[in-house]
């Protein structure tokens, strides 16, 4: 049976984390169509959807129909913390300390101080607004109360494309700083388990001493060298010409 690298591992790791304050103010709008806000049917109300057909969309001048603009967010991390609620490998027992000793440097603090930024960069990028755009146009399709209602399934079984949100340099920046914090921790893990680990102490010529060759058994036959190391004539001319050189000398003395 093929048994992974994982598989020897049987820990249990607790994650702690808490915000002392989480904030979000947004500028959201949508361009309503008042002629079809006005015949907005009372049963209707608790349908997202239907609220969704009410607004304007592919207007001429480019503008969206619904749109999130200057969003400020705010968020100060508390606590983050790991504990080990059961460890057996000694690289992973000694990961707790580790997130202690990034917590304290400063690392996550960091990464925290640019979420806002990135979460502002996603929300109010092409990716979201192509979304938005996506419902608004299937909206009706949706809608009970609509003449071109189909039904929910086709919502859900419809591929849209919303194209990936734009790489901004911050973005990359904190992702790969996030992926080094990941690649440190298990690094260090893995070296912790190595250390603590116990090898059975080898002779460097183990391989030499328990090489045995049959009593009367001969490795190379000098005089039929292609044939005794199964090389054919060019193999035999081949180690012939190594052994002339390596054991040739000239009349000095010198190879």
């Known amino acids: 049976t093929n048994s992974s690298f994982f598989d020897s591992f049987n820990d249990t790791l607790g994650l702690s984390l808490g915000f ?10 949508a361009r309503v169509r008042l002629l079809e806000f006005l015949k907005f049917p009372i ?3 608790l349908n997202l959807n239907c609220w969704l ?23 100060s991390l508390g606590r983050f913390g790991l504990s080990c609620v059961d460890c057996t490998t000694p690289g992973v ?5 580790l997130i202690s000793l990034m917590q304290g440097d400063g690392a996550f603090d960091f990464i925290m101080g640019r979420l806002p930024s ?17 419902r608004l146009d299937n909206s009706g399709r949706l809608c009970p109360f609509r003449d071109d209602f189909r039904g929910e399934t086709v919502y859900r079984t419809r591929i849209v494309q ?11 920046d904190t992702l790969l700083f996030v992926a080094f914090i990941g690649a440190t921790a298990l690094a260090f893990g893995f070296l912790e388990n190595q250390r603590t680990r116990s090898f059975e102490p080898t002779d460097p010529l183990s391989a030499e001493n328990n090489f045995e060759t049959p009593e009367g058994a001969t490795l190379i036959d000098w005089s039929d060298v ?6 054919g004539e060019l193999g035999e001319w081949a180690l012939l010409e190594l052994n002339s050189f390596l054991t040739g000398r000239t009349d000095s003395g010198i190879l």
Request: zero cysteines.
């Open 20 to 29: 002392d304050s989480i904030g979000l103010d947004a500028t959201i709008g």
């Open 43 to 45: 049963s209707a109300a």
């Open 53 to 75: 057909t009410t607004i304007r969309r592919n207007l001429p001048s480019g503008e969206r129909g619904i749109f999130v603009q200057n969003l400020i967010a705010t968020i």
């Open 93 to 97: 027992a000694s990961l707790p300390a």
């Open 118 to 134: 990135i979460l502002s960069d996603l929300v109010t990028g092409d990716a979201m607004h192509a979304y938005f755009d996506d």
């Open 162 to 172: 919303f194209g990936f949100p734009e790489l901004t340099p911050t973005f990359v």
């Open 226 to 231: 292609g044939r005794s190391t199964k090389l």
